[in-house]
């Protein structure tokens, strides 16, 4: 039952990333309200957050409801990948920010930033970690070498491919022992 899930879980994350490849399909994309997918989505992770024994906290900067214009299922699945990632690699007793704010640099973007204090992604490693099905060597971390993840290794993979579907950035910054920051830059 359990190898039967993965599998399903597996399947469906290489369609959603057949979806993204297909320059020839067009999803529907609508206005978006971050906050409120960010919300639901911190909402549905709360218990597994609790298992690990992690806190979630929201911040919207914008002092009003950020809003941008894409496809609602993949924004609130690569928002979910960010956060689920965020959770899974984490420390115990740690947390996790999720930020939404308006900044500018050679342009306007509302950043949505997933802000960890978990054991964080070695520099020669942060390019690899959006190649589909790729996964850090586990055994080299000490604090997950007893514990057993989790999942497709499609993940981030599905977040840079919805980006690019987007006209967005993502930026990973992350240090071993300190936590990792992946920020979504959308232009608005």
Not at 31 to 56: D, F, G, H, Q
Not at 128 to 144: P, T
Request: hydrophobic share 35%.
């Amino acid at each position: 039952y359990n190898e039967a899930q993965r599998l399903i879980l597996l399947v469906n994350d290489i369609l959603k990333l057949s979806k993204l490849d297909e320059e020839s399909i067009t999803m529907e994309k609508e206005e978006i309200c971050i906050e409120e997918t960010c919300a639901e989505t911190i909402k549905s992770l709360e218990s597994y957050a609790k298992k690990k024994n992690v806190s979630l906290e929201l911040e919207n900067k914008t002092k009003e409801a950020a809003y941008i214009h894409g496809v609602p299922t993949v924004i609130q699945e690569m928002i979910f990948n960010l956060i689920e990632n965020a959770i899974k690699y984490n420390k115990e007793n740690g947390s996790v920010i999720v930020k939404i704010e308006k900044i500018t640099l050679e342009r306007d973007y509302l950043r949505l930033c997933v802000k960890d204090t978990g054991i964080g992604i070695a520099e020669n490693q942060q390019e690899r970690i959006f190649e589909r099905f790729y996964r850090i060597d586990k055994s080299r971390s000490k604090d997950l070498q007893s514990k057993r993840t989790t999942g497709t290794g499609l993940g981030l993979s599905i977040v840079k491919h919805g980006a690019k579907y987007h006209n967005a950035k993502v930026i990973v910054k992350s240090k071993i022992g300190e936590g990792s920051e992946f920020s979504l830059m959308f232009p608005i």
